[in-house]
């Protein structure tokens, strides 16, 4: 690696060197970049924020230094000390020597992992960086051979979140676990159990936004931690299925999550037809986290679903449990309504794409069938079928239908048609008839009209072409079928058909 550390200095405003060094010159302090920003130089990216341990009261340097460069203040955490400072979208972290010590060695052992226990002397008379790599516990070395290597046996003890935060860098540096720091995880996984559950979801969801998810969420079952998170999908593990599966219930979701990791990065592979717009969906920033934690959890329903019928192993309305567990899920674990709404939705619909194509098979698929879906799923209907298409790439059993993928692509492709040409414009367009016009034509208010809306909904988009006078006709047949003949006489008006 080049180690011409004063190369990294110059991806930083020359005015924030300049505030760092007058502000280190005031008080003669030593002051040290650290930790990840150091780990990404030496790896030859160019992070933007930084990490600075300094001697002296970090929370009086922070403010003076904010000061200085008029920027916002905010305190991280008061009881160890650490405080940001934020100037034009840039981060510098600032915080003393830890846990009492006294020199940078010292505090640079107290650190989580070796790759991120390095540091580089700031010169304030230079504004530069001078002198060599300190680094006491070999973090170069680990750096250069991609280890995540833990630094003591209290690593885990003294923060529990790093028990997951190993995992994190692994997958976001696609570096592999030290094989004692895996087994040290292992022993301690019980401990994340007392990590926030905030902080737990949004390293699981750096770990999900990473692109070695399914290899990462593997390696965590492998050593326990994986259920100290989702207890609910131990019992999944040895789980039989159907002779359409090769795996048991948590293989297949593991191999869901990987199969969708694969559709993400390349939908083009899976699907042949609106693939602007499945690029589209997947640009929202949080899509790719859904999706894939969607996938994990698909088939979280199949353990209390399970029923064994005359020899058979049947999961019957999984999707449905499925649903009500991952609400608990939501909850435990501080999740957004955003994701937890999304990825609902998405487990409780996992299977309609597979009982639409059944049906399309022998009958044809209908504009009603459509439209029901996608009052069901609204904007997640491309997620549904990205969802499918991984739940039924994960299972290659013997049992399973051939050309699933294919159908499923051109299911998606017809629904995707009708959805844009005919049952949009008519749910986004202007009413033909509303509650005014029911009431004019003789009908008293009450629940008869949502009925009777929903149904002329589904009309409508069988005939997309029905005007206003057919409308009200339909309605006044429609009163006098549900009905059943009683009040007829109320509504024995005359049509008058538009001009």
Same mark, same amino acid.
């Given at each position: 690696m080049n180690l011409e550390y004063n190369r990294y200095l110059r991806n930083y405003p020359g005015y924030i060197l300049r505030a760092l060094a007058r502000q280190a010159a005031e008080g003669r302090q030593e002051v040290f970049f650290a930790g990840g920003p150091v780990r990404d130089w030496l790896r030859g990216e160019e992070p933007f924020d930084l990490d600075i341990t300094l001697t002296g009261d970090p929370r009086l340097w922070a403010e003076g230094l904010a000061r200085r460069l008029r920027a916002v203040l905010v305190p991280l955490s008061e009881t160890e000390g650490v405080y940001r400072v934020v100037k034009e979208g840039l981060w510098l972290d600032i915080s003393g020597f830890r846990n009492g010590t006294k020199s940078i060695n010292e505090d640079l052992k107290q650190r989580d992992f070796t790759i991120n226990a390095m540091a580089l002397r700031f010169d304030y008379q230079t504004q530069g960086i001078a002198g060599p790599l300190i680094d006491p516990n070999q973090g170069l070395a680990d750096l250069e051979r991609g280890i995540v290597r833990h630094l003591s046996s209290s690593t885990f003890q003294a923060d529990p979140l790093r028990?997951?935060?190993?995992?994190?860098?692994?997958?976001?540096?696609?570096f592999k676990l030290a094989a004692e720091t895996i087994e040290l995880t292992g022993r301690e996984a019980p401990l994340l159990n007392k990590a926030a559950p905030e902080r737990v979801s949004l390293e699981l969801e750096k770990i999900m936004a990473s692109k070695l998810a399914g290899r990462t969420i593997e390696d965590m079952a492998a050593c326990g931690l994986l259920w100290r998170i989702f207890p609910e999908l131990l019992p999944g593990v040895g789980m039989r299925q159907p002779a359409s599966h090769h795996l048991d219930v948590f293989g297949h979701s593991l191999e869901a999550l990987k199969q969708m990791e694969m559709i993400v990065a390349a939908?083009?592979?899976?699907?042949?037809?609106?693939?602007?717009e499945i690029s589209a969906y997947l640009d929202h920033e949080r899509m790719i986290i859904r999706l894939k934690l969607a996938a994990l959890l698909h088939d979280v329903g199949k353990p209390p679903a399970f029923v064994l019928r005359e020899g058979r192993r049947t999961f019957y309305n999984h999707d449905q449990m499925g649903a009500r567990i991952i609400e608990k899920i939501a909850r435990r674990l501080r999740w957004s309504s955003g994701d937890?709404?999304?990825?609902?939705?998405?487990?409780?619909?996992?299977?309609?794409?597979?009982?639409?194509?059944? @049906?399309?098979?022998?009958?044809?698929?209908?504009?009603?069938?459509?439209?029901?879906?996608?009052? @069901?799923?609204?904007?997640?209907?491309?997620?549904?079928?990205?969802?499918?298409?991984?739940?039924?790439? @994960?299972?290659?059993?013997?049992?399973?239908p051939s050309g699933m993928e294919a159908d499923l692509a051109a299911l998606f492709t017809d629904i995707e048609t009708i959805n844009q040409q005919i049952i949009q414009p008519v749910l986004s367009g202007p009413p033909l008839i509303d509650g005014y016009d029911l009431i004019r034509l003789g009908m008293r208010p009450g629940p008869f009209f949502s009925r009777l809306f929903q149904a002329l909904e589904v009309e409508m988009v069988k005939n997309p072409a029905m005007s206003k006078a057919e409308a009200r006709q339909w309605a006044v047949d429609y009163f006098n079928y549900y009905h059943h003949g009683k009040n007829r006489l109320s509504l024995n008006v005359t049509i008058q058909h538009d001009a």
């Open positions: 028990l997951l935060r190993a995992f994190r860098f692994a997958a976001g540096l696609d939908p083009e592979n899976f699907f042949t037809s609106f693939l602007s937890r709404r999304c990825i609902v939705l998405l487990i409780k619909g996992h299977m309609r794409p597979f009982h639409l194509n059944n @049906a399309r098979h022998k009958t044809g698929i209908s504009r009603r069938a459509c439209l029901k879906l996608i009052k @069901a799923v609204g904007p997640e209907l491309i997620g549904l079928f990205l969802l499918t298409m991984a739940d039924s790439l @994960a299972g290659q059993g013997t049992g399973k």
